[in-house]
């Protein structure tokens, strides 16, 4: 059983008792000894997180004790957690206070599960990177999932997502590429879809016991749509996966999901505010980009989505393995009860089944 200690930073702008109550929450769900302290200035934070096994950090607006975010101040491991959304941030933020659960996670899943190692891939960019994952006892010849998380293209989502995914694979005898890439928010759309393309084939090079003839792209919300996009443009796969996946990017703009994420990373294809010639490059992007308008991606695929998940999800699961079926593409096509995060949740049935299809078309 893991011990993690959260500490609360001095002036946090939210209420102590339900910091408190979330906490206290995931070290349930995990299985976690924990316990949440409130420091009193910088120089008590400091002493608090050293005398830890382990922390998640929420910072606060206090300069003295914003500058010790990155500094290493002793256990094994320390996650920083801002609620609010801060510009070129390279730790969790912008998740509001949903934001501590994801830190505790992702303290659990780095002291149980830590990756073999980091990858760099690109031009060395701070978000241009991959964690290894291998399996125990692995004797070479390994298959391959390689995760792309989700989160709408937004920089405040970022590879802890999908966590949790890396430990359940791995423990199927599976080596797991967790990728990581430039949002197009902060970078633009283009540097979004080269990244995915390099970071995915960077796989080639990460570790020689790697067999690359067995991989499995798996896609998460906007990372299914990034994962379908580069099968289309030829990364190679055995298995492309998505989960819960934006499919239509046409029809995610003009149902304006999630307060417009889709204009606000490709731009908007139908805008009279631009000039034709415009709207012509943004109707190229958008046919580039949206899987339904791509198919046949030829690869196999395996479409997976909950039942309890926004309607125009599960609207776009079924349109797009019809779509992809009637195009010649081999489509599995599963749906089953579970929320849109259920699909990346090991202990859920959905999951689980996700998990054993992914296993038999790999080993």
Same mark, same amino acid.
Do not use: K
């Given at each position: ?213 067995? %991989?499995? +792209? !798996? &896609?998460?919300?906007?990372?299914? $749509?990034?994962?379908? *996009?580069?099968?289309?443009? /030829? =990364?190679? #796969?055995?298995?492309? %996966?998505? +989960? !819960? &996946?934006?499919?239509?990017?046409? $029809?995610?703009?003009? *149902?304006?999901?999630?307060? /417009? =994420?889709? #204009? ?24 580039? #980009? ?74």
């Amino acid at each position: 059983m893991s011990e993690i200690l959260v500490v609360v930073g001095p002036g946090v702008p939210a209420d102590a008792a339900l910091l408190e109550e979330i906490a206290t929450r995931e070290f349930a769900v995990w299985d976690v000894r924990g316990a949440v302290a409130h420091a009193r200035d910088a120089a008590d934070l400091r002493a608090l997180v050293r005398g830890s096994g382990a922390a998640v950090v929420v910072p606060g607006p206090s300069p003295e004790a914003r500058a010790l975010i990155g500094q290493p101040l002793g256990p094994e491991v320390v996650a920083w957690v801002d609620l609010e959304r801060v510009e070129g941030a390279g730790h969790l933020h912008g998740r509001g206070l949903w934001g501590l659960a994801w830190g505790v996670r992702h303290a659990v899943h780095r002291l149980r599960h830590p990756p073999t190692r980091r990858i760099s891939y690109g031009d060395g960019s701070a978000e241009q990177w991959a964690d290894l994952y291998l399996p125990s006892g692995r004797a070479g010849g390994t298959p391959v999932v390689a995760l792309v998380h989700g989160g709408y293209w937004r920089s405040i989502w970022a590879a802890d997502l999908m966590e949790a995914l890396c430990a359940d694979l791995t423990a199927r005898g599976l080596a797991v590429w967790n990728l990581e890439y430039r949002r197009p928010d902060r970078h633009g759309w283009a540097a979004t879809v080269a990244d995915v393309a390099a970071g995915l084939a960077a796989i080639e090079g990460a570790d020689p016991g790697l067999d690359l003839d067995r %991989v499995a +792209l !798996a &896609g998460h919300s906007a990372g299914a $749509q990034l994962v379908l *996009r580069a099968v289309a443009d /030829g =990364a190679r #796969a055995r298995l492309a %996966v998505s +989960l !819960a &996946g934006v499919l239509d990017l046409v $029809q995610a703009d003009r *149902r304006w999901l999630s307060a /417009g =994420a889709t #204009a606000t990373a490709l731009g908007h294809p139908s805008d009279p505010a631009h000039p034709s010639a415009g709207a012509a490059a943004l109707d190229e992007t958008y046919g580039a #980009a949206s899987p339904v308008h791509r198919v046949p991606v030829g690869a196999p695929q395996l479409i997976v989505q909950g039942t309890e998940d926004e309607l125009d999800f599960v609207d776009f699961g079924r349109r797009y393995a019809r779509a992809a079926r009637e195009a010649g593409d081999d489509v599995t096509y599963l749906e089953m009860p579970g929320d849109h995060f259920d699909v990346i949740l090991p202990t859920t049935p959905i999951w689980q089944a996700t998990a054993q299809a992914i296993t038999e078309a790999l080993v």
